[in-house]
């Protein structure tokens, strides 16, 4: 064949799965499966650990962070080769993982510890182990501008609120039992917290460090993204095998989507057209077009898919 064709057909592989691709770790195949988000397509399964379970990315998509709930490590795996170039020790059974928008830090909920570990991205140091209120976190979440981080427990009736400069706690916001997914609108001024036992999403003004509005979600409600613009929250509901779209406005439900069994955590593409939402009991991953509020496909994933990430 000649050099011309074989560039040619290596151009447009590159074309066919070029960036973005959603990243789904699943606990039970001990994989992240890589979705080409073109095509909407499991294109490759990367190895994770033993139980791959929180799942991050830097701003440039060059590496994953996953927390491994057996190994109780971080694993920052290459997204080009699919190699892990990094086991970053942690306490026992981590959890959330997210990072901070400038890409500079890593912040992972540590549940038998109750802390947070706050990491440095270039390198991998542990920077600090920051202990928080509330008991078996599961998620710590970034603030847009990187000041805050938000920490919510399975075992709370609250938030935590980590100064990030500071490396410790300051604060509390109230809301309802089991606190689980978490979002920022995209100014930092208010937060969205899925409360898993009582139904409910509660609406955090971060100026006042109080709940201003709560909007009734499904049953089992945990999962959050917020769209790009600030618009629109949307909310998995693990009983209820659906997403419901929140009017940001006015609070309001005007939405709900049947999606697959056990909706946990969610993605949306940058544009914020797709939705992608990880199903834990179905294996698949529910692709979701946001403009219509309809879902657009099942794809079919490893065992037990706890979240995604997009890059």
């Known amino acids: 064949m000649k050099t011309s ?68 490590t971080l694993l920052v795996i290459d997204t080009a080769s699919g190699a892990t170039v990094r086991t970053i020790a942690l306490g026992k059974s981590p959890e959330g993982v997210d990072a901070s928008a400038d890409g500079a830090l890593v912040a992972v909920a540590v549940e038998e510890s109750n802390s947070v570990t706050l990491i440095s991205a270039a390198d991998g140091q542990v920077l600090a182990d920051i202990k928080v209120q509330g008991k078996n976190p599961e998620h710590a ?43 920022f609108s995209p100014d930092g001024r208010m937060a969205y917290v899925a409360c898993e036992l009582v139904n409910t999403v509660y609406v955090i003004d971060m100026e006042q460090r109080k709940a201003v509005a709560q909007v009734a979600a499904g049953k089992n409600s945990n999962g959050i993204a917020v769209s790009p613009d600030g618009a629109h929250v949307y909310v998995s509901n693990g009983i209820d095998g659906s997403v419901m779209v929140i009017d940001t406005a006015t609070n309001a439900v005007s939405h709900t989507i049947a999606v697959g069994k056990r909706p946990w955590n969610m993605a949306l593409t940058a544009d914020g057209a797709t939705l992608y939402v990880a199903n834990g009991r179905s294996n698949s991953v529910s692709a979701i077009d946001t403009a219509s509020a309809t879902k657009r496909a099942d794809i079919a994933v490893g065992q037990l898919p706890w979240g995604v990430v997009i890059r």
């Not at 009736?157 to 509390?172: N, P, S």
């Open 5 to 72: 064709t074989l560039f040619a057909l290596s151009l447009l592989c590159a074309q066919v799965h070029a960036a973005p691709f959603a990243y789904v770790p699943n606990e039970k195949s001990s994989t992240v499966s890589v979705i080409d988000v073109a095509s909407g397509t499991v294109v490759r399964e990367i190895a994770a650990g033993k139980r791959p379970r929180g799942i991050a990315a830097d701003p440039a998509g060059h590496h994953l962070f996953v927390t491994d709930a057996v190994s109780n």
């Open 141 to 183: 979440v970034f603030s847009p501008d990187g000041r805050w981080l938000l920490v919510s427990a399975e075992e709370a009736e609250q938030v935590d609120v980590i100064d990030v400069a500071g490396r410790r706690q300051v604060g509390a916001v109230a809301v309802g039992r089991r606190p689980r997914g978490m979002g």
